[in-house]
Nanobody
Framework: QVQLVESGGGLVQAGGSLRLSCAAS????????MGWFRQAPGKEREFVAR???????????YYADSVKGRFTISRDNAKNTVYLQMNSLKPEDTAVYYC????????????????????WGQGTQVTVSS
């Protein structure tokens, strides 16, 4: 079992920044690829970003087109934490953000469906005002 706890959400004006954190406990954090998803009211949960397990060349990242160039995912295996730095926020970024851990294809970046992740946090609300 892996327990995930997100933090760092809040209310921010358009153009502002937030950094989300997701602290993991339980099984070995480094064994998992990590992802961020979000769900806006009345919409389906959607993929935001992914970071793979750390290989000899480092970890690879992948982003949804809607956040590419504005969001950055990173991980600190020593702290069992994954981060999502969100810059240039837009009102359409408003959602509940969830982090997820997945053991499937851990070194592959193209794992963007929620069903391929094994463990989920409870979510943190991000609200961007115009």
């Amino acid at each position: 079992q892996v327990q995930l706890v997100e933090s760092g959400g809040g209310l921010v004006q358009a153009g502002g920044s937030l950094r989300l954190s997701c602290a993991a406990s339980g099984r070995t954090f480094s064994d998992y690829a990590m992802g961020w998803f979000r769900q806006a009211p009345g919409k389906e949960r959607e993929f935001v970003a992914r970071i793979t397990r750390v290989a000899w060349s480092g970890a690879s990242t992948y982003y949804a087109d809607s956040v590419k160039g504005r969001f950055t995912i990173s991980r600190d295996n020593a702290k069992n934490t994954v981060y999502l730095q969100m810059n240039s926020l837009k009102p359409e970024d408003t959602a509940v953000y969830y982090c997820a851990a997945g053991s499937t294809r851990g070194y592959n970046v193209l794992v963007v469906t929620s069903t391929e992740y094994d463990y989920w946090g409870q979510g943190t609300q991000v609200t961007v005002s115009s």
